[in-house]
């Protein structure tokens, strides 16, 4: 029986963490589309709301299941959660603090973003295929 508001066996704050990341995605790909635009205040305030509140999710929500399931993981390193939860984790880490650095870097020097391009854009690669890899991590944890 589902505890959650989508159907699969996932919690209630993994379902809502699922439909945080869904918005994110919708703050990125505007903000991405406000930088090419040139419009680097409106990207830059996507861009804080996007860290902001991805890594209070971090915090909050997967951190702690993290925690919970390392032991497990630990122990079947092989077994299809922990194969799928590490690539999310490691990608999720990098494109979290890339982009904690980017907002921080472009709060001090705004006129930095047309330089910072090339990172800006791997740092959305990097979120994206961490979006990827948390869905399947969800996928696999709990369908």
């Known amino acids: 029986m589902s505890s959650g508001i989508l159907g699969t066996r996932a919690t209630l704050v993994a379902d809502i963490n699922l439909l945080v990341q869904i918005a994110l995605f919708f703050i ?5 589309w406000q930088g090419r635009n040139r419009r680097y205040e409106a990207h830059l305030k996507l861009m804080r709301v996007a860290v902001i509140v991805n890594a209070v999710a971090i915090v909050a929500v997967m951190n702690p299941s993290f925690f919970r399931v390392l032991p497990f993981a630990a122990r079947n390193p092989a077994a299809p959660g922990p ?3 590490w ?4 990608l999720g880490a990098v494109a ?6 980017l907002v921080i870097r472009l709060g001090v020097d705004p006129g930095s ?5 090339r990172e800006m ?3 959305l690669v990097l979120w994206l295929a961490a979006l ?9 944890w709990y369908m």
């Not at 690539?87 to 490691?90: F, G, N």
């Not at 979290?96 to 650095?101: D, H, Q, R, S, W």
């Open 28 to 32: 990125l790909v505007t903000a991405a």
């Open 83 to 85: 194969t799928a939860m």
């Open 87 to 90: 690539p999310h984790v490691a």
């Open 96 to 101: 979290e603090l890339m982009g904690a650095y």
């Open 113 to 117: 973003a047309p330089r910072l391009r």
């Open 121 to 123: 854009a791997f740092t």
């Open 132 to 140: 990827l890899a948390g869905f399947v991590t969800y996928y696999v």
